[in-house]
C-alpha cells in the first residue's frame, strides 16, 4: 500500500504514483472555505467602451476581468487613473466568466487554509484519493490525467506548508487581508453608488449568518483547532457553538443526521444573491466612469522605451504606465512569460442550481461533502468541491450528479430537481500556501500581481484592488504585504520557510509595504495627562523631533504597547526631569523605516527597517533614538511584529541571560524557569526565546484554558492554571521538589514570599513590575537558606553603554535564530490604529492579551 510520506522529496514521487480516483479531502476545518468556485475564465470580462478620459495622464491596464480585477481597476480609477480592463472573455458576468457560479459568501471567517498537517501522516493522501465521497478528486479523463506529472512542484510547496507552524502562520496572514476585507469593498460599493450593504433596501446580498455544519459530536471536536485559528487571527469575529437543536431552530429543512454535532454559526455574515449580476454591474460602472473594456487574450507584455507594452492576440498593442496582471487561473502563464518563477495551480469548482430558494435563510456549508448552499435570486445554489486537473480538462459530469444527491441528503427530495442548464465549472486560482500574491514583479518594476486567491477571490477582491491602487500610486499600504511576494518561491526563500524564516526582501520590493514620505514639519501623536484613564489618550499634533549628532529620525509603522506605558499614563511611570518635549510622548518601542541620521550615525542608513527602543515618543508618527537603542530588523521579522522587539527582548535577554542577574546562559540545559503570566507580551518573550536557548525546563502560570494553550505554542513545558492550582505546588511537583532556578515575576506584593518558596537553592527571583502592591513582607530567613538572590529593573535607568550591550547580544544571540527559524518573531495578538490607543490600554487592564499588541502608525 502507498505511504503518505513525511519528507517533501518523497511526497513530490508519492504524488504521481497515487492511484487517480475520485476521492477523500475532509479537513478538519478548513473544508469549510471550499466556497467560491472560479470559472473557467478568469480574463472574463464584458463588452468594450471607447470612453478613457481621465483626470490624470498616468495610465494602467488591468488583465482580468473578476472580482480581483475589477475591484482593481475601479480603485485605480479612483485614484485619478485611466484605466482599460482586458479580459478574454465577451461578456463579464456571462457563463463562462469568473465567480458566474460561485457561492457568493464574504468569507470573513476563512482564514483556515486547506493546507492540513493531517496529510503528513502516514497513507493521508492515499485515504482522502480512495474516498469516492470526498470533496477532492482527480479528474479522470486524458487531459486531466496528463496534468499531474506537471503538479510536481506545486504538491512538494504544498506539503511543506502543510506543518503546524506553516499552518499558523497562513492562518495570520489570511486573517490580515480578511481583517479588511468588507472596508475594501465598501470603497467601492461608495465609489460606484451601488447599493450593495444595506440590509433594508440592498438587491444584491442575504445578511443572516452562516453555518458550518458538524456531523457528529467528534467532528465538532476536531474543528476546535479551526476555530482557535480564527479566535487567534480574528479576534473581532463574532463566531458561536451551536447545538443540533440551535442549528435545526435556525434551518428546520436541514437533515439532523448531519448536524448532530451542531454547527458554527457567524451571525455577521451575508452572501451575494446573484454574483454574475454584481460583475456586470461593476464592469458597467468601470465603463460609465471613463474606463475601457476589451475582450481580447493578452499574449505578451514587453517593457518599452516609453513604458509598458501589453500585446494582445489578433491585436492591438497598448502603450500603459503600468500592468496589473490580476487573471486568476490564467496569470501563471503570463508571469511565467516574464521569467519568474510561480508555482500557480487550479482547483476546478463545480455548483449546481436548484429551483426554490425557500428551503435554507442562509449559507449552509457541509463539511463533508465540501460544498456550500446559498440561497440566491435564482434559486439555491450548491458550489464547492476540489478537482485536481489543470485549465484543459473538460468538466466531470459525475461530480454534478453526486451533489446533486449529497444537496437531497441534506434538504431533502422535496427540493426538486437541479436546474442543469445551469451546472457550471470553474476555476479556483491557487498558491500552494493558500495565499494570494500581491506585489510588484521582480522583472519589470511596474507590472504588479494580483492573483492566487484560491477560495476567497470574491472576498478579497475588494482589499486587494485596493492595496494594488495603493502600490501603483505610490501610497503607504493599508496592509503590510511582505507575506504575500510572489519570490516567497525561490529555493532559498523555501529553505528558509522551512525553518519558518520569512523570504528575503528584494530592496526595491520594500515599497511595497512602506513608502518614504517627505518629512513634514509636524507630526500627529498620542498625548496625555499624568493620573488620565484611557479616556485622556487623544490624538495631538507637535513638531518632528530634532536629530542629534548621534540619533536616527524613525518614520513609526508601528508602536508597540506594554505594560510600562499603562503606568506612565497613571503617572507611576515619568519621565526624567528637563527631556525633551519629545520624550514626554508615550511609547517606548517603534519599528519602521529610517528617515535621516545624525552627523555621528555610522551604521544606520535611510530606508533601513528598524526597530528601536526609545526613551519615550513611540505613539507618534516620527521617533527620534540614539544609534545604541536601534537594530535593524532580520529577515523574518516584519514591520508590524518588529515593534514587538525592542522593548520585550531588550527586557528578558538583559533579566534572564545576562550574568548579574538570571545568569541562564550558563548551564541552560540544567535550568528551570518559571514565568507568571506566560501568555503576555514580556512573559511569551520570555518563553520563546528560552525555549530557543535551551533552557532546560520552562514552566509558565495562566489563567484559563485558552491562555494554557497559547502558553504551550509559546514554549512551556509545563502550564500552571494559578485559579486551580497553587502555584507553588505546581512548581515543585513538576520539578520533583528542586524547585525553580529563575522566577520571572510582574506581581510583587503578595507573590513574593511565594516565589521565593518557589525558589531552587541558589535560585533567582527577577522582579519586573509590582502589579499587586510595591510594599512587600517576606521571610528573608527563607531567602538566605536558599542562597538565593533578589533583582528588579528596568530599563530606562540603565545607561546608554548597557544597553548597547544588551543590544550587541541580542545581535549576536538572538538575531541569529531568528534568520535561522528557531526562534519565531514576537506574536502580535492585535493591530489597532494609533487612534485607538485607548483601546489597546483597556485590553492590557483587563488581561484580554495573549501576545503583543502593537498600534499602527
Known amino acids: 500500500m502507498l505511504s503518505f510520506p513525511t519528507t517533501t522529496s518523497n511526497y513530490a514521487k508519492r504524488f504521481l504514483s497515487l492511484n487517480a480516483r475520485r476521492g477523500s479531502f475532509s479537513y ?80 470573513t471567517y476563512a482564514n483556515v487554509p ?76 461608495d465609489y460606484t453608488s451601488l447599493n450593495v450593504t444595506d440590509d433594508v433596501t440592498s438587491p444584491w446580498r442575504v445578511k443572516k449568518g452562516y453555518l458550518i455544519l458538524q456531523k457528529d459530536p467528534a467532528t465538532m471536536s476536531s474543528s476546535q483547532t479551526g476555530a482557535n485559528l480564527r479566535r487567534k487571527y480574528l479576534p473581532n469575529l463574532n463566531m458561536r457553538k451551536l447545538s443540533q437543536k440551535e442549528v435545526m431552530e435556525l434551518e428546520p429543512s436541514l437533515s439532523p443526521s448531519l448536524c448532530s454535532g451542531g454547527a458554527w454559526f457567524f451571525p455577521d455574515a451575508w452572501c451575494l444573491k446573484d454574483p454574475s449580476s454584481l460583475l456586470q454591474s461593476l464592469a458597467s460602472k468601470l465603463s460609465s466612469k471613463g474606463g475601457t473594456i476589451i475582450s481580447k487574450t493578452v499574449s505578451s507584455i514587453n517593457k518599452s522605451s516609453t513604458g509598458i507594452k501589453v500585446n494582445c492576440e489578433d491585436g492591438p498593442s497598448l502603450d500603459t504606465s503600468s500592468v496589473i496582471i490580476a487573471a486568476g487561473a ?40 465540501g460544498w456550500i448552499a446559498t440561497p440566491m435570486s435564482s434559486g439555491i445554489r450548491v458550489a464547492g468541491k476540489v478537482e485536481l486537473g489543470g485549465l484543459d480538462s473538460p468538466p466531470t459530469p459525475s461530480i454534478f450528479d453526486q451533489i446533486e444527491e449529497e444537496a437531497k441528503n441534506l434538504l431533502g427530495a422535496q427540493i426538486g430537481e437541479r436546474i442543469k442548464e445551469k451546472d457550471w465549472m470553474g476555476f479556483r486560482p491557487t498558491m500552494p500556501d493558500a495565499l494570494p500574491v500581491i506585489c510588484r514583479s521582480n ?63 528584494p530592496q526595491h520590493q520594500q515599497r511595497c509595504y512602506s513608502t518614504l514620505r517627505p518629512i513634514p514639519p509636524t507630526m500627529k501623536h498620542i498625548s496625555y495627562e499624568p493620573g488620565c484613564g484611557p479616556e485622556g489618550l487623544i490624538i495631538s499634533t507637535s513638531p518632528i523631533p530634532p536629530v542629534s549628532y548621534n540619533d536616527v529620525l524613525i518614520q513609526v509603522e508601528y508602536a508597540g504597547v506594554g505594560g510600562t506605558d499603562l503606568a506612565q499614563r497613571r503617572g507611576n511611570f515619568n519621565p526624567k526631569k528637563n527631556s525633551p518635549n519629545h520624550h514626554l510622548i508615550m511609547g517606548l518601542e517603534v519599528s519602521g523605516v529610517i528617515v535621516k541620521v545624525g552627523d555621528g550615525v555610522i551604521n544606520y542608513k535611510e530606508g533601513d527597517r528598524v526597530a528601536a527602543l526609545l526613551y519615550g515618543g513611540g505613539y507618534a508618527e516620527y521617533a527620534a533614538a540614539p544609534q545604541e537603542q536601534v537594530i535593524v530588523l532580520p529577515e523574518g521579522v516584519g ?28 548551564n541552560s540545559e540544567e535550568k528551570t524557569l518559571l514565568v507568571h503570566g506566560g501568555t503576555g507580551g514580556i512573559g511569551s518573550t520570555a518563553l520563546g526565546l528560552s525555549r530557543a536557548l535551551g533552557v532546560g525546563k520552562i514552566i509558565t502560570t495562566v489563567s484559563s484554558k485558552e491562555k494554557a494553550e497559547a502558553a504551550r505554542r509559546f514554549g512551556a513545558d509545563e502550564v500552571i492554571d494559578y485559579t486551580e492550582t497553587d502555584f507553588v505546588e505546581g512548581v515543585m511537583d513538576a520539578t520533583e521538589g528542586k524547585g525553580a532556578d529563575v522566577v520571572l515575576c510582574f506581581l510583587g506584593g503578595d507573590y513574593t514570599p511565594r516565589n521565593i518558596d518557589a525558589l531552587a537553592k541558589h535560585g533567582r527571583l527577577i522582579q519586573l513590575g509590582l502589579r499587586r502592591g510595591k510594599d512587600v513582607t517576606f521571610d528573608f530567613k527563607a531567602l538566605m537558606n536558599k542562597w538565593g538572590m533578589v533583582s528588579g529593573g528596568h530599563l530606562r535607568p540603565r545607561t546608554l553603554e548597557q544597553k548597547e550591550a544588551t543590544r550587541d547580544a541580542l545581535k549576536e544571540h538572538v538575531l541569529p535564530l531568528w534568520e535561522s527559524g528557531l526562534l519565531d518573531p514576537p506574536e502580535v495578538m492585535k493591530v489597532l490604529e494609533l487612534e485607538e490607543a485607548a483601546e489597546a490600554h483597556r485590553m492590557l487592564e483587563d488581561g484580554r492579551v495573549v501576545g503583543k499588541i502593537v498600534l499602527k502608525v
Request: net charge negative; aromatic share 8%.
Open 28 to 107: 478538519l476545518s478548513s473544508i469549510d472555505q471550499l466556497s467560491p468556485s472560479f470559472s473557467s475564465s478568469s480574463n472574463s470580462s464584458s463588452n468594450s467602451s471607447s470612453n478613457s478620459s481621465s483626470s490624470s495622464s498616468s495610465s494602467s491596464i488591468v488583465i482580468g476581468g473578476g472580482f480581483v480585477g475589477l475591484s482593481t481597476a475601479l480603485h485605480l480609477q479612483k485614484l485619478g487613473h485611466k484605466v482599460t480592463l482586458i479580459d478574454s472573455q465577451p461578456q463579464i458576468g456571462g457563463p463562462q466568466s469568473c465567480s458566474y457560479g460561485n457561492a457568493g459568501t464574504m468569507a
Open 639 to 666: 514591520l508590524e511584529e518588529g515593534a514587538g522587539v525592542p522593548e520585550n527582548y531588550w527586557t528578558v535577554y538583559g533579566n534572564l541571560f545576562e550574568r548579574e542577574f538570571g545568569n541562564l546562559g550558563v
Open 330 to 369: 490564467y496569470s501563471g502563464k503570463l508571469v511565467s512569460s516574464l521569467s519568474e518563477y510561480c508555482p500557480l495551480e487550479t482547483e476546478r469548482g463545480y455548483s449546481i442550481t436548484f429551483p426554490s430558494s425557500i428551503k435554507i435563510s442562509r449559507a449552509v456549508c457541509c463539511p463533508d461533502y
Open 443 to 505: 522583472t519589470i518594476d511596474d507590472v504588479f500581481y494580483a492573483f492566487g486567491h484560491q477560495h476567497v477571490g470574491w472576498t478579497l477582491g475588494g482589499i486587494t484592488g485596493k492595496l494594488i491602487a495603493e502600490m501603483v500610486s505610490g501610497k503607504e499600504s493599508t496592509v503590510d504585504l511582505e507575506p504575500y511576494r510572489l519570490d516567497r518561491f525561490k529555493l532559498k526563500n523555501q529553505i528558509n520557510m522551512t525553518r519558518m524564516n520569512t523570504p528575503t526582501i
Open 114 to 189: 486547506i493546507n492540513n498537517p493531517n496529510l503528513l501522516e502516514t497513507n493521508a493522501l492515499y485515504n482522502l484519493l480512495k474516498n469516492p465521497q470526498s470533496p477532492l478528486s482527480i479528474s479522470q479523463n486524458w487531459e486531466g490525467l496528463n496534468h499531474l506529472p506537471k503538479m510536481t512542484p506545486w504538491a512538494a510547496l504544498f506539503a511543506l506548508n502543510c506543518r503546524p507552524p506553516a499552518v499558523d502562520k497562513i492562518s495570520k496572514h489570511l486573517g490580515a487581508l480578511l481583517t479588511h476585507s468588507e472596508s475594501g469593498w465598501s470603497e467601492i460599493w
